[in-house]
């Protein structure tokens, strides 16, 4: 009965029409199938995501990344609770690839949140990405168009700052934040060149008490630190803040640099421009991954790769000439 329960399924316009007025409970179970891996629930998220396309966009997205106990959880509750203030409504997604979220974690962001979780303007959800980037910007993606067409004007995907997934978000959001400790090296923090090279702004969080002189410091530091990247291709110059995510300062100032950012990017074209081309590269990794399923999937393929292992490491074929012999009889398939 609870499995019957769990798996019933509304008509297609059923989703549209609760999505498009705003039905909190309906955008869950649209969101339940997109993450669904049933057969019958891909058919139906597909639909889903065509029909309410026209309605998404019509938002900022803003990937937030840093280390696990940076504060992301306390900023995103105070942040959340400005915008909300402005007049905004906030959808929150949570990234976490590197562990299979159980529900007893679910919760617990849940009530780290839990003065902004109250909210109605206020749409928190832990993303289950299963463990591939692919399903990242899937899953993650197709729901963020979800949440626009609810009517969230602002987007925060959150992801811890350690793995891959930064990538995934940074290619599908149009702001990059990044939140830093002061007093710990870039090595101790475990961020990676490549992340500080994506922030649009870093955060030094925790300025607060004894912290503050330290994180003044770690500001100029930063600040010299991402002068010697290149310059962007949306004109923007990445800003360096301090704020205390615990006390409250230093919050309103992010939203004011963001709200920057995006009157630069409209005005020069970028904005769309690097919609434009996420949306395609969007269709391209796709091409890609199910390309890989269907030439590695196939149990024809894996046997023949067995065999050409045997050959190559016995020096009777050269891999490259292994490759093309492969892939040859894999295109005659078709
Ligand atoms: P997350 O793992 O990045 O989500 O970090 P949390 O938001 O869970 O915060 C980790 C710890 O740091 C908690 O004990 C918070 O109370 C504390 N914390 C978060 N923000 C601040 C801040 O601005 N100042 C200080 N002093 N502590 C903070």
Redesign the pocket.
Known sequence: MKNYKRKRRLPVQDYIDGILRGDRVILSRAITIIESNLEGDKILAKEIVQQILPSSGKSIRIGIT??????????IEVFGLHLVKEGHKVAILSIDPSSQRSRGSILGDKT?MEQLAILQEAYIRPSASGDTLGGVSNKTGETMLLCEAAGYDVILIETVGVGQSETAVHGMTDFFLL?MLSGAGDELQGIKKGIMEMADMVVI?????D?VRMSKMARLQYQNALHIFPQSESGWSPVVST?????NTGISNVWDEILKFKELIEENGYFLKNRNHQQIKWMYNNINEELKQLFYGSKDIKSQLNELEEDIVSAKISPVKAAQKILEDFKKSF
């Open positions: 840093g280390v696990p106990g940076v504060g992301k959880s306390t900023f780290r939140l969080n925790k300025a607060d008490g912290n704020a205390s995510a615990l006390k």
